[in-house]
């Protein structure tokens, strides 16, 4: 079994800032991809930002500059700083781990429960 577990979020004004944290536990061999995806009421779900077991990373255009993704690979845990955070930013953020659970396995898609970002004031 692998489990991701999100943890963070919360309610915040508008401006401020919240930290998201996703660890993966139970039989893994390797992750390779691990971000996080976020879904608003009414919409479809989209991705916010990913990156590589080596480091690369990826944004969506509307969180560039704002949000910073990180990585532990120790600890299989991925990581959302969120600054300046705005209304539109309002969503249930998922985590997602793209990885294989054995050496011979192929790599697979696991999702989070998601844990529910309101900006507000």
């Known amino acids: 079994q692998v489990q991701l577990v999100e943890s963070g979020g919360g309610l915040v004004q508008p401006g401020g800032s919240l930290r998201l944290s996703c660890a993966a536990s139970?039989?893994?061999?390797?992750?390779?991809?691990m971000g996080w995806y976020r879904q608003a009421p009414g919409k479809e779900r989209e991705l916010v930002a990913a990156t590589t077991a080596g480091g690369s990373t990826n944004y969506a255009d509307s969180v560039k500059g704002r949000f910073t993704i990180s990585r532990d690979n120790a600890k299989n845990t991925v990581y959302l700083q969120m600054n300046s955070l705005k209304p539109e930013d309002t969503a249930v953020y998922y985590c997602?781990?793209?990885?294989?659970?054995?050496?011979?396995?192929?790599?697979?898609?696991?999702w989070g429960q998601g844990t529910q970002v309101t900006v507000s004031s």
């Open positions: 139970g039989s893994i061999f390797s992750i390779n991809v």
């Open positions: 997602t781990a793209e990885l294989r659970r054995y050496a011979s396995d192929s790599y697979r898609d696991y």
